[in-house]
T-cell receptor
Framework: GAVVSQHPSRVICKSGTSVKIECRSL??????MFWYRQFPKQSLMLMAT?????????EQGVEKDKFLINHASLTLSTLTVTSAHPEDSSFYIC??????????????FGEGSRLTVL | QQQVKQSPQSLIVQKGGISIINCAYE??????FPWYQQFPGKGPALLIA?????SEKKEGRFTISFNKSAKQFSLHIMDSQPGDSATYFC???????????FGKGTKLSVKP
């Protein structure tokens, strides 16, 4: 099946620094990728929709200057958490849809990236 | 307004038993009804999904039952195994390009 890779899987950083998380579709092209945030024992919350070659669409309440999204190619989207603070500590998950697929348009999820801000 | 209500929040089942998780939704425009399985520290993975033109779909030990008039769909896990212990999410969607709307999740524990 289709594979979505996230890197890094775990990252620890100091408060005030910026952290970049990569999301790659390994065997398909994705014009659209999604970024989610998941707190412990909670559901996934959609943060933004990443569109190749254009600006990301952010959900209400998500600061676009805080969470920078770049979708530079059909297989790579990046999420940069700028000036990270402890409250940004969370599990960040991306998903991607195969642009060439017909039918259900299944979303494939990455393994997630655990961010801990000290 | 909560679009998707999932229950129960947690579930404990003995090995070999049947696990049943329910999902109620508000938006009648949803046309794709998947269940995702998530293990700790991992991303969710599609387990099984159904379209509204059928009332039931079975894949191995996993069955989705869909009730369009009641706006509900459920996941049944037959012969539950300890390896099924995970968190399950319903996540209906509108249209092939729509976003998934996740339920709050059900933590399933299957006791040996």
């Amino acid at each position: 099946g289709a594979v979505v890779s996230q890197h890094p899987s775990r990252v620890i950083c100091k408060s005030g620094t910026s952290v970049k998380i990569e999301c790659r579709s390994l065997d398909f092209q994705a014009t659209t990728m999604f970024w989610y945030r998941q707190f412990p024992k909670q559901s996934l919350m959609l943060m933004a929709t990443s569109n190749e070659g254009s600006k990301a669409t952010y959900e209400q309440g998500v600061e676009k200057d805080k969470f920078l999204i770049n979708h530079a190619s059909l297989t790579l989207s990046t999420l940069t958490v700028t000036s990270a603070h402890p409250e940004d500590s969370s599990f960040y998950i991306c998903s991607a849809r195969d642009s060439a697929a017909t039918g259900a348009g299944e979303l494939f999820f990455g393994e997630g990236s655990r961010l801990t801000v000290l | 307004q909560q679009q998707v209500k999932q229950s129960p929040q947690s579930l404990i089942v003995q090995k070999g038993g049947i696990s049943i998780i329910n999902c109620a939704y508000e938006n009648t425009a949803f046309d794709y009804f998947p269940w995702y399985q998530q293990f700790p520290g991992k991303g969710p993975a599609l387990l099984i999904a159904i379209r509204p033109d059928v009332s039931e779909k079975k894949e191995g030990r996993f069955t989705i039952s869909f009730n369009k008039s009641a706006k509900q769909f459920s996941l049944h896990i037959m012969d539950s195994q300890p390896g099924d212990s995970a968190t399950y999410f319903c996540a209906p969607r509108r249209g092939s390009q729509g976003n998934l709307i996740f339920g709050k999740g059900t933590k399933l524990s299957v006791k040996p």
